[in-house]
């Protein structure tokens, strides 16, 4: 048994277990082995596996209760969830957002807990081969499948830092799975068919013109198309756009917050603050929507102030002014 310091200035415990209580502990290999980021917290877990031990060579029975039984749907809902949604469960310094805690839960109700929901955490980790089996599978037909390897993961990390498990020992079996679906469409599109040639988007642009002056295609939308497209952004980025982010006088706008899924400002992907200069014929455009909307919202009663959103518009349940929508 030893403990040792390691280069990052943690400890490494390393205990052997007798070939004959193995199972009963829930260790395959010869040695128990985890890091601990104390001396003292490394000493603990030393008696206590040693206690242990020694129970299991007298006979007695110890409290692996928690440890073998429950299952991985209720360890999910009971213990996993409500740390996640805190923050715990990642090395973060910010708890993730509701639109975040509404994709996880979406994740494992369609795609995790259909896979391992019926099977105990410590089957699971110790049968790497049904994991191996089951998520090669959800690899094959998922193409985000980088966000389930993450978060089972998370599970039996968490698993291990409540000592349900003693070590997550399918970790590296995870990160062996490739992302089978996404890698086969990456390599089914051809570099050409991603990119529009100079002619297409002529023509592109040519329709969308004529549609506006057949008043097929509103003003808004007309702006909303030219103004992402100039900028490259995202369309979340677009809509979130006031007018005091528009510096008309001086062919700028100044980037630096989207809409959520919600409708709810947040920061650009990557905190990103960018202010780009525009061409006199967006400026112009521009112009000519900032007057109609002017016209447009104090019809309603509303006055149009630098904090208003360039882009809204009025939602199915008849609201005025709504931002929109992200999907």
Known sequence: MTVTKTNSNTYNLKVYIPKEIRPKMGIKGNHFVKRYKTRKEAKEAEL?????????????DILLSKTNDILFSEFFNNIWWDSYKAGQTTSTTKPPTQVTIDNTKTVFRKHILPMFGNYSINFLNQNKQVVLNLMTAKAEEYANFKVI???VNSIFDWAEELEYIES??????IKRIKATKKLKLQDSKNEEDLYLSSEELQDWFDVFREDLENDKLSLKDYVLFFTTFILSDRKSESYALHWKNIDLANAQIDLRHALDKYKNVKSTKGNKKTIFSIPSYLVS????????????LAKFG???TSDQLVFTYIDTKGNVNSPLHVD
Do not use: A
Request: net charge positive; proline share 0%.
């Open 48 to 60: 206590e596996i040693l206690t242990k031990i020694h129970q299991l060579e007298n006979g007695e």
């Open 302 to 304: 509303i006055m149009q």
């Open 285 to 296: 455009l521009l112009s000519e929507w900032k007057k109609q909307q002017k016209y447009e």
């Open 149 to 151: 390897r993450s978060y």
């Open 168 to 173: 997550n020992r399918l970790s590296k079996t």
